[in-house]
């Protein structure tokens, strides 16, 4: 049903930009900037990265009177087909966020030059794409310090999406955070599935399995960097009465339940809300520079956050660790 309700959406959406590119052409008036923004599967309300990415097209909208289209990729197919629906109704700066736009969007950019493209969390080798790259292993330091603060029983966890590089920087950012506190504290560590498999995304049921197991053997603390299955992380923290650590966006905000709230103990931020802002905000002023775009702890474009006050007692720890990460003092691994 929910595919389903996808594909209406993505095909109501066609429309709408279809009707906004003939009326624009019939009046000749409008001469506001278009920017897309092409979500991954999950779209808006997933509570991580597509929502973040929503966010920072809310703000350009906002503080640069932008118009925002979106389009939400239900299967694998969308991808190419929403970047160039996009492109074809007049969007002079697109965003796609994720990593699977990768070969959809090089294609798309080399047909489009006089567009400009942004994207996450990838590297497009072409003069109209911005590569939007996140130092996830420095923010999932810092949260991997705040479970092992948090930790009364020395043993925490890890749940991986995809078994690929990109998810790997995350577990080797938190589990050596993690150590950097408590050198021996015992780290759990599992995927829901290897590279390729799309499901590990959506795994709510397999990763609530993982952390119930790990919580009824004594972990206390499971950060879980694997999209919508996260939140089957949470529910197992709920009914256990222990902590989850969320990703990408703020979870104790996008979840909007009491109960998650509870036990939500921080979240590591990964701005891709910045990222497609700055995107965004550099086409309008005729910025055509392509290129790697790095976001790491030097310019906040990643991080934690504090909200519940659940680890407010650890706020100056954490940020003295924050600094030296920043100077130079410690030095994060990429692989676990």
């Avoid at 979500?39 to 097209?57: E, H, I, K, P, V």
């Avoid at 694998?76 to 969007?91: C, H, M, T, W």
């Avoid at 292993?137 to 995809?162: D, H, W, Y």
Wanted: proline share 2%; aromatic share 6%.
């Amino acid at each position: 049903m929910r595919k389903n309700s996808r594909l209406l959406a993505a095909s109501i959406a066609a429309l709408s930009l279809f009707a906004a590119a003939c009326g624009d052409d019939d009046s000749g008036s409008s001469s506001k900037v278009i920017a897309g923004i092409a979500f991954d599967t999950g779209g808006r309300g997933d509570g991580t990265f597509n929502d973040s990415a929503a966010t920072g097209g809310e703000r350009a909208a906002s503080e640069l009177g932008v118009e925002i289209k979106e389009l939400e990729a239900a299967v694998d197919e969308d991808r190419k087909a929403n970047l160039e629906l996009l492109a074809g109704d007049g969007a002079q700066v697109i965003v796609g966020v994720g990593f699977m736009f990768t070969d959809p969007m090089t294609e798309v950019a080399a047909a489009n030059p006089d567009v400009q493209f942004g994207i996450v969390d990838s590297v497009v080798d072409a003069p109209n794409v911005s590569s939007l790259l996140f130092a996830a292993n420095q923010g999932s330091f810092l949260v991997g310090a705040a479970a092992a603060l948090k930790s009364t029983t020395g043993q925490i966890g890890f749940i991986g999406g995809q078994e690929i590089d990109l998810i790997k920087e995350f577990e080797a950012g938190y589990t050596s955070g993690a150590k950097y506190v408590n050198p021996d504290i015992v780290v759990n560590v599992k995927y829901l599935g290897p590279a390729g498999d799309n499901s590990a995304w959506g795994n709510v049921a397999g990763a609530k399995e993982i952390a119930a197991g790990w919580y009824a053997a004594g972990a206390d603390v499971v950060y879980t960097a694997a999209g919508g299955s996260g939140a089957g992380t949470i529910e197992a923290a709920i009914e256990a009465g222990k902590w989850a650590i969320g990703v990408d966006s703020d979870q104790y905000l996008t979840s909007g339940d009491a109960a998650a709230q509870a036990v939500i103990l921080t979240s590591m931020l990964k701005r891709v809300d910045v990222a497609v802002f700055e995107t965004i905000k550099a086409s309008v002023n005729g910025d055509k520079s392509g290129g790697i775009k790095m976001f790491d702890l030097s310019n906040d474009g990643v991080g934690y956050s504090t909200s519940g006050g659940h680890i407010d007692e650890f706020v100056s720890q954490l940020d003295e660790i924050k600094a030296k990460v920043v100077a130079g003092e410690i030095e994060v691994p990429t692989k676990p």
